[in-house]
């Protein structure tokens, strides 16, 4: 593997674990934002993980545990 390709391997390998476990993707949530909704301001890092983390366990029937 070169630099690039392993570079891109574990990053793409950071995305899937991070979407198994649940975790937000600020920059994901940045780049809807800027698509689909040009005129609202973006939340800073912090307050996104606070927003998803706060949605995600705000609903108790939404998880297995």
Do not use: K, N, Q
């Not at 574990?10 to 198994?20: D, K, M, S």
């Not at 600020?26 to 609202?40: K, N, Q, S, T």
Request: glycine letters at 8%; charged letters at 30%; aromatic letters at 10%.
């Amino acid at each position: 593997m070169t630099g690039v390709s392993a570079r891109s391997w574990w990053v793409r390998l950071g995305e899937l674990v991070r979407a198994i476990i649940g975790a937000p993707s600020y920059d994901r949530y940045i780049e809807h934002m800027r698509l689909a909704h040009p005129d609202r301001p973006a939340l800073d890092r912090e307050d996104f993980i606070r927003w998803r983390l706060g949605e995600r366990y705000s609903r108790p029937g939404a998880r297995c545990c």
